[in-house]
């Protein structure tokens, strides 16, 4: 049995996970920087002072962006997950769950193949933005379908949210493998692309309003902690000790459907990180969300900056799916701590 850590030391040991992961992530590439390098460019950066040196322009360019949207993308969805595990209470509960991925999926899929039809105007007037605006709206609008078939005699139904969660992925994976039989070879691999999910399209603007979104959805998720502990009592002690469950499931979607869109229309689709990430804070830490919450949001941002230094580092000078190496090392990862503590799930 592992022996729980104080809350403190987990929230501190996430911060160094990052930390870690950063400077980590920040030398590995098709362009490797040593550490010497790494740390003349950070020193150059912090001071204001410009260096012309390759290292500084690969530095600023392109590794920073992607490795502060995978910070932004780890978080969103470490935090996502806990929040939908806490609500459902339910420890195989997903962010996948509420259809946020699968509706910014069908809406990527639409925009890709069918958007030169539809929309010919559009790529000329949003330019990349085309594809970002769509997945986003499509996951947010699918979780609003969601959401409103969970409605049963004026209350929030879990049981039916779950259900029509199923539902609409189903059909949104038939949705998506119509687009897959219609697309022409170009967006074809532009759609798998997309769905097996990636850093590689980090751009400052980007990363930006993504960093903003998710900014904002975590520290609007770390108010629900207390009310989600309450919740673990159940729906009718939580309304008897003053708890205002309808508001809190409202609150809860709309926050996890905020980050995980946010997340999914700029990366694509990265799995597993909102189902993992808690788990692992829980059997160090405890139940209490408090720190569950803040924890999964640390490791999740550490999980993606890990895997996605793999990614770019493995198969030089190509790149792996992240989408891909993050279930192929998190599936084992978690049929393992299911195997070795089911008795504490």
């Known amino acids: 049995m592992i022996k729980r850590l104080h809350p403190s030391t987990v929230l501190l040991f996430g911060i160094l996970l990052v930390a870690m992961a950063f400077i980590a992530g920040s030398a590995c590439g098709a362009y490797s920087i040593s550490s010497f390098e790494l740390f003349r460019v950070l020193g150059d950066l912090l001071s204001g002072t410009a260096n012309p040196s390759p290292e500084y322009l690969v530095f600023v360019n392109i590794r920073l962006p992607r490795l502060i949207l995978a910070v932004a993308a780890g978080a969103g969805l470490g935090m996502a ?26 809406a990527a899929g639409i925009t890709i193949v069918m958007g030169s039809l539809w929309f010919p105007e559009m790529p000329r007037k949003l330019g990349s933005w085309v594809l970002v605006l769509m997945a986003f709206l499509g996951g947010l609008g699918v979780t609003g379908v969601i959401y409103l078939l969970s409605q049963s005699e004026g209350g929030t139904r879990v049981g039916l949210m779950l259900l029509a969660g199923i539902a609409i992925n189903a059909l949104a994976g038939a949705g998506l493998g119509l687009l897959s039989f219609l697309a022409n070879d170009e967006q074809l691999r532009s759609l798998q692309f997309w769905l097996l999910g990636s ?24 108010l629900c902690a207390k009310p989600l502990n309450v919740l673990a009592l159940g729906e009718a002690q939580a309304h008897l000790l003053g708890v205002n469950v309808e508001r809190l499931k409202r609150r809860v979607v709309l926050i996890t459907a905020l980050a995980v869109g946010a997340v999914t229309a700029t990366t694509g689709i990265i799995g597993f990180i909102g189902l993992v990430a808690p788990h692992i804070i829980r059997l160090i830490a405890g139940p209490d969300n408090r720190i569950v919450l803040p924890g999964s949001a640390l490791l999740g941002a550490s999980l993606v900056l890990a895997a996605d230094a793999v990614a770019r580092t493995i198969a030089q000078p190509a790149e792996l799916p992240l989408g891909v190496l993050t279930a192929f090392v998190g599936v084992p990862f978690f049929l393992l701590l299911l195997r070795n503590f089911k008795g504490r799930f």
């Open 199 to 222: 850093l590689g399209g980090a751009r400052w603007s980007a990363v930006v309003l993504v960093g903003a979104l998710v900014l904002i959805a975590v520290t609007a998720g770390l």
């Open 81 to 106: 997950g806990a929040l939908m595990q806490g609500l459902f209470r339910n420890p195989l509960a997903d962010p996948g769950l509420i259809g946020v991925s699968s509706g910014a999926a069908l």
